[in-house]
């Protein structure tokens, strides 16, 4: 009888799968359109993959999803709780309180006012916690501790990158001839997503990741070889910011198999990204969404023949917009 040969891989493609009929009840496909503007300029075809349209308006709702939805009955009556830059903490507290779930989400005082006023419109319990991620995270485990919450990690965990890699599907059902996918990559929950879900279907696909020179904590730590911790400063890219966790389970692992390469922008070239998409697409996008165009903008990127930007989402401070008028 032959024997089943097993591999280690944390997430294979049928996860994605079934991630992809796990969250379809609670999670609607993006529109993908083509950016005529930005192929002229690239030289290429480009299309912008529009996850800042959910309804949540982030990408992280799909791994937010499928997380919730895996929990035991017991998990769900105990309670969740997780760290957040913003995003995936109103994606987690729209699906509790889809599923009755109680929700406590633990962020920093470096959170923008826009997201706090955003996270609390959705009613889930907030806690304040230290000046990063990291500290966020502290006080997350110890609620799991004191309370019995199950943590939802926002990135490295099988079923969220499994949730964030059904984008994958989408793009290659609707554009198959696509060649190069570029998204602003920070934990690595969604890279490692597009990785599985695009490379099990063509090893050939390039996929690339953009971070901001401040706090880019997974481009130091594949420079570093190991994940290791690096102090966030303030960036356009807030959503961007944040630790990889040392030690890091899954994502580092994934992040070195798949991405082909990892580049950094400064603040003007976030913010380029942030100005061309409100006046050429008339979308106002935060600037971990744009990293991808500021990337092609400013030629820092080596791009295939049909080339997908992930616009993951569309959480931004008013007085940012003001003052990226104001200086454009």
Same mark, same amino acid.
């Not at 964030?164 to 290659?172: A, K, N, P, S, V």
């Given at each position: 009888?032959?024997?089943? $040969?097993?591999?280690?891989?944390? !997430? ?39 996850? $800042? ?38 994606? @987690?507290?729209?699906?509790? $309180? ?12 470096? #959170? ?40 939802? %990690? ?13 984008? +994958?599907?989408?793009? #290659? ?8 996918? @570029? +998204? ?8 490692? +997503? ?15 990741? !953009? ?36 030690? $890091? ?8 198999? %798949? !991405?082909?390469?990892? @580049? ?10 942030? !100005?061309?998409?409100?006046?050429? %697409? ?11 165009? +500021? ?34």
């Amino acid at each position: 009888m032959a024997t089943r $040969n097993f591999t280690k891989e944390p !997430v294979h493609l049928r996860d994605v799968w079934k991630a992809q009929k796990r969250i379809s009840p609670f999670v609607n496909q993006t529109p993908m359109i083509y950016s005529q503007v930005l192929s002229d300029i690239a030289k290429t075809f480009v299309y912008l993959k529009l996850e $800042n349209l959910h309804i949540t308006d982030s990408f992280k709702i799909r791994g937010a999803a499928n997380k919730i939805l895996s929990l035991t009955d017991e998990e769900k009556r105990q309670g969740i709780t997780t760290f957040s830059t913003g995003n995936f903490a109103r994606s @987690v507290a729209y699906i509790a $309180n889809k599923l009755g779930i109680r929700a406590v989400v633990c962020v920093s005082k470096r #959170l923008p006012d826009a997201k706090v006023e955003a996270l609390k419109s959705t009613g889930v319990q907030i806690v304040m916690s230290g000046e990063s991620q990291d500290d966020a995270k502290k006080r997350c485990e110890a609620l799991q501790e004191e309370q019995g919450l199950t943590v939802i %990690h926002p990135f490295d965990d099988p079923y969220i990158i499994a949730g964030q890699g059904t984008m +994958g599907l989408e793009i #290659l059902n609707e554009l198959p001839e696509v060649d190069t996918v @570029v +998204g602003g990559l920070s934990g690595g929950g969604m890279h490692s +997503g597009l990785g599985v879900a695009m490379k099990s279907a063509d090893s050939r696909i390039g996929i690339y990741g !953009v971070s901001p020179k401040q706090g880019a904590t997974m481009y130091e730590s594949m420079q570093a070889k190991k994940p290791i911790l690096i102090e966030e400063q303030d960036t356009l890219a807030d959503s961007l910011l944040g630790g990889i966790g040392v030690p $890091n389970h899954y994502t580092f692992e994934l992040v070195k198999k %798949h !991405v082909d390469d990892i @580049v950094l922008l400064n603040e003007e070239e976030i913010a380029q990204g942030m !100005v061309f998409m409100m006046h050429k %697409h008339r979308m106002i996008i935060e600037g971990a969404a744009a990293a991808g165009i +500021g990337a092609i903008l400013n030629h820092k990127i080596p791009l295939g023949s049909h080339v997908v930007l992930i616009i993951s989402g569309c959480s931004v401070d008013p007085s940012v917009l003001w003052d990226l008028e104001t200086n454009s």
